[in-house]
């Protein structure tokens, strides 16, 4: 039976194919009795085997927990004659991988803002004792919401995210003998198959802001094997190279891809408060530097006027 022909779980007609996950098919639904519009992701025929349908059933368990405007909603988990599926909310707009191919760097102003979405999602995640392992452009998506400037984030894909409440941390790496993760976005320890906690997303969280400020990656990617060693060094291409304008937040960087656990930013939170301090600083000497040239270029009875 096809899946167009058939209803997911007796309820969710398949309109069209949406993407392509790293388990399975996202299809664009429709609530056969409502007539709302819903994604629903099936584990892909192929990679149906027990380690990772208990993968895919374990990111329903882990969205379905997290209540976050900045995480995507699942509304339903079920299995049918052709497999296990999750029914999402539908989401219009991009993911951050298409933003940045068709914008090139984000402002200041956007990329804080989005950074800043990211990090309330992992704090969410953090307090109830999930780490995300993958923060990575193409699992942030950018949607429209009426009333807002800016784009509203949602962090997708749960897919390889660990619970480290009851001490299952350690095992971060491999699963399977294959790396679970993304090179260029994997942590240090998780390279190495060591323990992991929040610092490992705070790591991740690093290398979007760069690449959101860049449009580039803070590791050349080329060489898979240079890379992972470049990443377990810390040795990132400094900010400065790609952009001069941003030689200040080198510091922010320094620490934020910080191969030693202790060196980096504790928490997501701490990240956030450097980065808006950053921010905040820059945007007030500019506002200085505009205000002494206007200054400077006023005609001098107008400065007597106002002296």
């Not at 937040?249 to 320094?254: D, E, I, K, S």
Request: hydrophobic residues 40%; glycine residues 10%.
């Amino acid at each position: 039976m096809s899946d167009t022909a058939s209803l997911v779980g007796g309820k969710y007609r398949l309109i069209r194919p949406l993407a392509q996950g790293g388990m399975g098919k996202i299809w664009v639904a429709r609530h056969a009795e409502l007539g709302t519009e819903v994604a629903v992701k099936r584990l892909a025929f192929e990679a149906s085997d027990l380690d990772l349908g208990a993968r895919f059933r374990r990111e329903a368990m882990t969205l379905a927990q997290l209540k976050s405007r900045h995480i995507v909603h699942v509304y339903d988990l079920g299995q049918d004659e052709e497999g296990p599926y999750i029914v999402m909310e539908l989401l219009a707009g991009e993911d951050l991988s298409q933003f940045i191919e068709r914008t090139g760097p984000a402002s200041g102003e956007l990329a804080f803002s989005i950074l800043e979405q990211v990090g309330k999602a992992l704090i969410v995640a953090h307090s109830a004792g999930i780490i995300h392992r993958d923060i990575k452009p193409s699992n942030v998506f950018l949607t429209r919401e009426a009333g807002e400037d800016q784009p509203v984030v949602k962090v997708l894909d749960f897919g390889i995210a660990k619970r480290i409440a009851f001490g299952d941390g350690n095992d971060s790496l491999t699963e399977s003998g294959h790396i679970i993760g993304s090179p260029g976005y994997m942590s240090p320890e998780q390279i190495r198959g060591k323990t992991i906690d929040e610092r490992s997303d705070v790591w991740g969280l690093t290398a979007l802001y760069y690449e959101l400020l860049t449009g580039e990656t803070a590791f050349d990617l080329e060489h898979r094997g240079d890379a992972l060693f470049n990443i377990c060094q810390g040795a990132f291409i400094p900010i400065e190279e790609r952009r001069s304008d941003l030689a200040f937040m080198a510091p922010l960087f320094r620490r934020g891809f910080a191969p030693n656990l202790e060196d980096r930013f504790q928490t997501v939170q701490a990240l956030l408060h450097a980065a808006r301090e950053l921010v905040k600083h820059e945007l007030s000497m500019s506002r200085n530097a505009g205000l002494m040239a206007g200054e400077a270029g006023a005609p001098a009875a107008h400065r007597a006027a106002g002296a």
